[in-house]
Every structure is written in structure tokens, then in C-alpha cells.
T-cell receptor, first 113, second 117 residues
Framework: AQTVTQSQPEMSVQEAETVTLSCTYDTSESDYYLFWYKQPPSRQMILVIRQEAYKQQNATENRFSVNFQKAAKSFSLKISDSQLGDAAMYFCAYRSLNNDMRFGAGTRLTVKP | EPEVTQTPSHQVTQMGQEVILRCVPISNHLYFYWYRQILGQKVEFLVSFYNNEISEKSEIFDDQFSVERPDGSNFTLKIRSTKLEDSAMYFC???????????????FGPGTRLTVL
């Protein structure tokens, strides 16, 4: 079974600065999807960014970008120009081709004004 | 933008009672899922559903759980006899199957907070 590991239970960043959240995963598959979801205090799960494993180019969405290292099975999220509204729990997730999805334990991000 | 909706937002029930959590997936989506998140813990997969049958379930999804698509729009999770440890946030998600490669992104509903007393 696939496992997803987020080794940072909590992270803190100063407003306007950059922070990187780590995620590693374990799989024997060659094709899969990776995601970062944001969970604000409202508890809703909001998709931040996704990456297809067959694509070498790192996905970007405005201030959010990933560093996808397939050989190392690493999928980190970089948030640039951090804003107060970025404060939330961030979950890394892995999905196999058969739609089996697994989440990491989450990283709580605090943004300091 | 289309979204997944869930009702109720908060459900309080007595231990041993049956509860039904309701979800309306995005209309052209074909895969449906339930996840749960016990307070302060990670999101856990429960079950996936496609073509009117369960395609995969986790070890959490035991005989007290069932899912159903009673009509063309709703997707429900039933817990037959709730236990205290069933208290959690339950998320529904849906995805549209892509034809060529893999499957599409799962979009989550806002969740139903279940409290078992």
C-alpha cells in the first residue's frame, strides 16, 4: 500500500516570505497523481495544486509551486509571498491510477504578520 | 463553478443510532468517495464508488457502513449503529473519469461533522 509522509507537523513563516512544506511517499507504481490540499479552519478541503507523475515539469499555480523529485519520491510545496490567508493545515496526497487516494498526516502552517 | 455539497453540516446522534450523511457530487462526475477525519488527525479513505457499486474500501469501512446512490444526484453514507469513535468530519468527494490516462482530480465537499454522544 502506498504511504504518504509529512515530516513537519507544524511550520511557521513570516508574511511575504517563502516557505516549503515537505512530503515524501512510497509506491511501486510508475504512474500516479500527487496533490496538495489546504484545509482552513472551516475544515473544507481545497485543492491547491496537482502533479502528474509522468510530467517532468513542476506544477505551478500562482504563488504555489512544487518540487517533484520522482526518483526520490519527494513532492514538496513552496508558497511564495506568504499571506495571512495561507494559514491552514496542508495535506499532501497520493492517488494511484485506480483512484486509491492516501493522505499524509498534514502540516499546520502559521503565517506571522 | 460546480461544487460538491453535503448535508447536514453538523449531525449529533446518540450512540447506537443510525445516521445517513448525504452528498451531491458534481453532476458529470462518475466516481464518488467518502473520507473521514477524526479531530486533529489525518484524512482517511473509507470507500470509493463507481457504476453503482463499491470499487474499493478500506479496513475502516466495516459492516456497519454502507453507501448508496439512491437517485441520479445523491450519494449517501449510512452508519448503522454509531459508536463514540465514529465522531469525525466526513468528507464526500467526486471525480470525473478521464478517458485517456488515469483519473481526474477529486473535489471535496465541505464535510459533515458527526458527533456521537
Amino acid at each position: 500500500a502506498q504511504t504518504v509522509t509529512q515530516s513537519q507537523p507544524e511550520m511557521s513563516v513570516q508574511e511575504a516570505e517563502t516557505v516549503t512544506l515537505s512530503c515524501t511517499y512510497d509506491t511501486s507504481e510508475s504512474d500516479y497523481y500527487l496533490f496538495w490540499y489546504k484545509q482552513p479552519p472551516s475544515r473544507q478541503m481545497i485543492l491547491v495544486i496537482r502533479q502528474e507523475a509522468y510530467k517532468q515539469q513542476n506544477a505551478t499555480e500562482n504563488r504555489f509551486s512544487v518540487n517533484f523529485q520522482k526518483a526520490a519520491k519527494s513532492f514538496s510545496l513552496k508558497i511564495s509571498d506568504s499571506q495571512l490567508g495561507d494559514a491552514a493545515m496542508y495535506f499532501c496526497a497520493y492517488r494511484s491510477l485506480n483512484n486509491d487516494m492516501r493522505f499524509g498526516a498534514g502540516t499546520r502552517l502559521t503565517v506571522k504578520p | 463553478e460546480p461544487e460538491v455539497t453535503q448535508t447536514p453540516s453538523h449531525q449529533v446522534t446518540q450512540m447506537g443510532q443510525e445516521v445517513i450523511l448525504r452528498c451531491v457530487p458534481i453532476s458529470n462526475h462518475l466516481y464518488f468517495y467518502w473520507y473521514r477525519q477524526i479531530l486533529g488527525q489525518k484524512v482517511e479513505f473509507l470507500v470509493s464508488f463507481y457504476n453503482n457499486e463499491i470499487s474499493e474500501k478500506s479496513e475502516i469501512f466495516d459492516d456497519q457502513f454502507s453507501v448508496e446512490r439512491p437517485d441520479g444526484s445523491n450519494f449517501t453514507l449510512k452508519i448503522r449503529s454509531t459508536k463514540l469513535e465514529d465522531s469525525a468530519m466526513y468528507f464526500c468527494a467526486s471525480s470525473e473519469v478521464a478517458r485517456d490516462f488515469g483519473t481526474d482530480t477529486q473535489y471535496f465537499g465541505p464535510g459533515t461533522r458527526l458527533t456521537v454522544l
